[in-house]
Every structure is written in structure tokens, then in C-alpha cells.
């Protein structure tokens, strides 16, 4: 046996984004690709902006001795100061690059996070719905997650705009939970650390502002990339910012820098360090992404749909029309229409929309969401 028990465990576990691709590669093979329309995939239909390639090309014409050398394991200072000036401008608070790790991805800082604070046994706090890859990532470094805060809880772990709500926590919400954390560190005697998983912050509607998580408690660490904010989900980009007052930063900085060494990630990727310098106020059209909820929300409530429209993201997660949500995706898989269940995030009874698909799939999908709801009109 090749796999672990552990390993196979889990696999079973976190299989159905797999289970949903082998359906739908079946389903393509047997319909034909135009009759199948997959909205089970959080992969950005936009491109990055024209400056990402202006950038790109500008280095390729002139690159710089040492480009692809090894480098500071927190990631180049100046893209460090880069992603800090752009924080301190959105916060107000005075960061530097000493607050900032540069990282593979939000999923590279979110096991970087978690490997510097958890001991055997430590619990991580998360909201169902959540994003599933969030109970491997604690497994990972010893920790287990839980949905309430007591003795054993060393991080309490937000995702706001949400996957796979679109939901964006606002600040009076943002505020109750830092008074929370803060109450349950002074009765409980421990320090707990609010993480912030962010990677959709800029994946905002209808003009909102996002409300940051620093404001409100200073154990406080963001863990983001520019996966969909600047459509780079493949170039693993990414990095990890710490509140700039929290009292033992010094500590915290080298704990995060060791283990982006020694989790083998070694430094975040060089050339997309160099680009995304200069890239911190640049955003893919979010607009599309806008124009796409609003005509999906329509119509889906259009047919009767129980659904919270999202503010952020590319996600919706309906109600399904029964209780047992796995057999309502195979019933709309019947009509050509791949959605992920609602269980695998935690809140069985929901499913999982993703709509940064192109339009056309979008509006394929229609008569398939129409015909499964009215089964049980
Ligand atoms: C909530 C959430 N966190 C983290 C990630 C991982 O992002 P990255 O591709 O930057 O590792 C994703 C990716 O879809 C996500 O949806």
C-alpha cells in the first residue's frame, strides 16, 4: 500500500471536486462538451491586466543579472515594501516590509501561518461554510478545526468576501469578533491569533469598501495572493502581512520566515515578485465578475431560489430545494449542470455556484437549474 491510511482517509474525505471533474470529463465524453456546463471551478474566466504583460515583457527584454537566483526566504524588500505601502494605504497603519512574507499563494501562506503557531493538539476556530482545504491545511501542522473557541484554540480562522457564500463580513461584524477573541483570551489566559484568508478582497461589488480584520484585534495576520485579484491562480503568488503593533512581531517574522524555508517552499516565485511590485494597485475588471452575479442572481431567483446575494467573489450558494443536497447535484448534473454540494464546505443542504465561467456557459446552465427546481415545485 503505497498512500497512508491517513492520507487515503483524507483523500476520501476531500474527493468531491474530483468526484464532480471524472463526472463531468464522463459527462463531456457522452453529451459533447457544448451540452455540459461546469460551474464547479473557482478558476478566474478573466485575464490578468494588459500591465501584467507590459511588466512581464519589460523583464524579459531587460533582465537583470541574478534575476532567478535564491533570495531572502521572506521574499525580495522591495516587493515587500510594495505590498506593505499598498496595505498601509488601505488600513492607515504603518506597515513596512518587516510586516510582510512573500509566499506561494494563499494556500502556501496559510500553511506557513499555521505551521508557525500550532502545536500537537492546537485548534483552529472556522465558520461553515468553509473553504474545505482548511481542515488539511491544520491537519497538516498537528491542529484540528472546530467551530468554537475554549482552551486549546490558537487561531480562529475568517475568509471574507466568502467561498463559497460571496459574503463579505462587515466591520461591526469584524469588531463583535475581535471584542469575542479578546474576551475569551483574558478568561482563558492564551493568546489567539485571528487569520484572515483574503485572496478575494478585491473581488468587491457595487462600490464596497473592504472592511480589514487589523482594525479590530492585533493578533492579527492576512494571508492572501493575487490568484484572483490580478487572475494568477497558476503563478502562485502570494503573501502573508502581520499587524504592525502586535508585540512580539519580531519572533512571529522569524517563525514565518523558517517555515516558508523549511516547508520547501524556500521563497515565493522570483520573476512574479518583480512583476507584482509593481502590479499593488491593479485589479482584473471586476466589473465582469459584477455583471455575472448580477444576471445569475436574477434569474435564480427568477425560478424561486432560496439564495444570499453575494456581495464579493465569484460564488453563490443556494439553498437546494431538498434536503440532501448530493442528490440534488446529481439531478442537475442529469441536465448538463456540474455544482458542488453543499457538505464538502460544512453546510449540507446548499450547493456551490461558481459563476467566473463565460457567459455562455452561464446562460446554458439556465434551463437545467429551472428544470431541477420545478421537480419540486
Ligand atoms: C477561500 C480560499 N482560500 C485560499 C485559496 C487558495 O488560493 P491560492 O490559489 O492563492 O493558493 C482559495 C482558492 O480558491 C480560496 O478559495
Redesign the pocket.
Known sequence: MAVSRKIKESMEQGSMIRRMFEQGAALRLERGGENVFDLSL?NPVVEPPAAFFAELRRLADSPEPGMHRYMPNAGYVETRAAVAAQLAEETGLAFTHDEVVMTV????A?NVVLKTLLDPGDEVVVFAPY?VEYLFYADNHGGSCRASINGSTKVVLI?SPN?PTGVVYDAGLLARLGEIIQTKERQLGTEIFLLS?E?YRRVLFDGLEYPHVFHHHRRSIVAT?H?KDLAL?GERI?YIAVHPDYGDKGELMDGLIFCNRTLGFVNAPALMQRIVARLQSETVDVGEYQAKRDFLYGQLRDMRYDVVKPQGAFYMFPRSPIDDDARFVDELMEYGVLVVPGGGFGVPGHFRISYCVEDKTLAGALPGFQAAIERYA
Not at 499563494?105 to 502556501?108: C, E, N, Q, T, Y
Open positions: 473557482g499563494g494563499a494556500g502556501g496559510l473553504f475568509n467561498n484568508d485572496p495572493s490568484s491562480p502570494g
